[in-house]
C-alpha cells in the first residue's frame, strides 16, 4: 500500500508560488541569443539638392532574413535601397547624413570603395537589364571579369553556381551562349539575380522586383528569395503588400521619408503598432 503513488494535490495547487515567484529578473538574467545585423542605419538622412527624401531614419537589418520595405510611392524606398549600396552617388546633387553600416564596416567611411560595397551588396532592379550584347554565360559573369578573373575552372564553376542558385540553370544550361535577351522576362530577373550573385555578396537588394512579371514568373522569384535567404541577407522593396506579407521575416513602413514601423511581418499585417501602418496595411490610402 504505501509503495502506491501519491495521490495529486489538487486542493493546494503550486501555481500560487509560481505566480509569485519573481519571473521577470531571472528570466532577464539569461543571456539572450544575439541577433546578426547586416545593416546598421542610425538617424540617416538624404536629400537631392534641397529636396528632403529621407529624415531621421534607424534601423537595424537582420542578416540572412528577408526584410520588405514597402509604403506608398515616393515615399523613399528606392531612395533608401540605393543608398545601402552607394548607387545614389551616381545622381548628382544627392546629400547624406547619420551613420550607415553594413556587417559592421562604414558604407561611407574614408577610404572605402564604392565598387567594393557594390560587390558586397549587390542590387537588382525593377526592369530586368541584361547586357543586351552578351551572352547568358557572359551576363553572369561580367562581374568577375572585371575584376580580373581569368580562370576559366573558376569562371566555369561560378556560372553554374549562380545559375543553380537563382533557379535558372535548369533552363538555360544547354543554351549558355545564346544572348541573354532572348530569355523570357521572369528569366530574365532571375538572370539579374545570378549576374549579382556571382561575385559572391553578402546582401542581395531588390527593388521591385516582379512589378514587370507576370503571376507564374513573381512566383518563381518569391520561391527564390526563400532560398536565397538561406545564404544572404535580403531586403525587397515592393508595393505588392500580399508579396511583402508571403515572402519576409521582418516590414519596414515608410511614408514621406520617413521609418513609420519596423517589426516582425506577421505582426506588421496583422497587429501594427501605429496608425498610420494600420491604415495603410488595410489598404486605406497608397
Ligand atoms: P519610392 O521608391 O518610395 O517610390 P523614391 O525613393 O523614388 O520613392 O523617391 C522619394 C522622393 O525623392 C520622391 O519625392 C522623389 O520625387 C524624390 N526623388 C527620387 N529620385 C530623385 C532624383 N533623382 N532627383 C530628385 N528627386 C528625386
Ligand atoms: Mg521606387
Redesign the pocket.
Known sequence: MSTLPEAPRTSAPEPIRVATAPAPAATAALPVQAEEIAFDIKNFSMW?GQ?Q?LNDVTIRIPAKKVTAII?P???????FLRALNRMHEL?PGTRLQGSLRHFGDDLYGPGVEAVEIRRRVGMVFQKSNPFPTMSIAENVLVGLRLNGVRDKAVLRERLEQSLRMSALWDEVKDVLGRPGTSLSGGQQQRLCIARSLAVQPETLLMDEPCSALDPIATAKIEELIQTLRESYTVVI?THNMQQAARCSDRTAFFYMGRLIEFDETRKIFTNPGNPQTEAYVSGRFG
Open positions: 537631392y529636396r527624401a509604403g510611392s515616393g515615399c523613399g524606398k528606392s531612395t545622381t522593396v
